[in-house]
Antibody, heavy 122, light 108 residues
């Protein structure tokens, strides 16, 4: 079955960087678009970014554009989120999610990992 | 508009029927999906493409849509259905995903 396991979260100072990883298994990773979604403590879901199956298309939420970069390494079945210039308001649980459609970019977020907590604090 | 609006909280008696709504301009061109999230857990997709259920989701969950509104109906909710429910859609150019603010469902 589909498994998504995030890692790389932790406590980081404002202005610093952090890279999250998402290890995928149970499906043909190179055929599906992948997303990052975050959830601040006690708040709702906020979509962060998406990358197409082959990495050729990437889209970002306005709140992270220019600071975060989504990427993937299909040979390693791994999705990444490079987060630079982190702010207090980036504190959240970060989930990776698999898109439903094969060879698409955005349809629905059909499978989710358990999340990785990022805390930005001085 | 890039916003989806949901009622913050809804309650229902055990076994009754409850409908959770989601409103937004994007729903005129993009179908809604619905997620269930219990405390401390990741969201789970319960409805996609307006009214389709992923495998394993009970048939008491159904979806519908009209104009700029989408609805999630739970017919005969169980105690385990108590959770936060989020609607989601994408913009007309398929470059952005948006979520509603979530509805906390209490099963009495």
């Amino acid at each position: 079955q589909v498994q998504l396991v995030e890692s790389g979260g932790g406590v980081v100072l404002p202005g610093r960087s952090l890279r999250l990883s998402c290890a995928a298994s149970g499906f043909v990773f190179s055929s599906y678009g992948m997303h990052w979604v975050r959830q601040a403590p006690g708040k709702g879901l906020e979509w962060v970014a998406v990358i197409s199956f082959d990495g050729s298309d990437k889209y970002y939420a306005d709140s992270v554009k220019g600071r975060f970069t989504i990427s993937r390494e299909n040979s390693k079945n791994t999705l990444y989120l490079q987060m630079n210039s982190l702010r207090d308001e980036d504190t959240a649980v970060y989930y990776c999610a698999k898109d439903r459609a094969i060879f698409g970019v955005i349809t629905e977020l059909v499978n989710w990992g358990q999340g990785s907590l990022v805390t930005v604090s001085s | 508009s890039s916003e989806l609006t949901q009622d913050p909280a809804v309650s229902v008696a055990l076994g009754q029927t409850v409908t959770i709504t989601c409103q937004g301009d994007s729903l005129r061109t993009s179908s809604a999906s619905w997620f269930q999230q219990k405390p401390g857990q990741a969201p789970i997709l319960v409805i996609y493409d307006k009214n389709k259920r992923p495998s394993g989701i009970p048939d008491r969950f159904s979806g519908s849509a009209s104009g700029n509104m989408a609805s999630l109906t739970i017919t005969g909710p169980q105690a385990e259905d108590e959770a936060d429910y989020y609607c989601s859609s994408r913009d007309s150019r398929d470059t952005y995903v948006m979520f509603g603010g979530g509805t906390k469902l209490t099963v009495l």
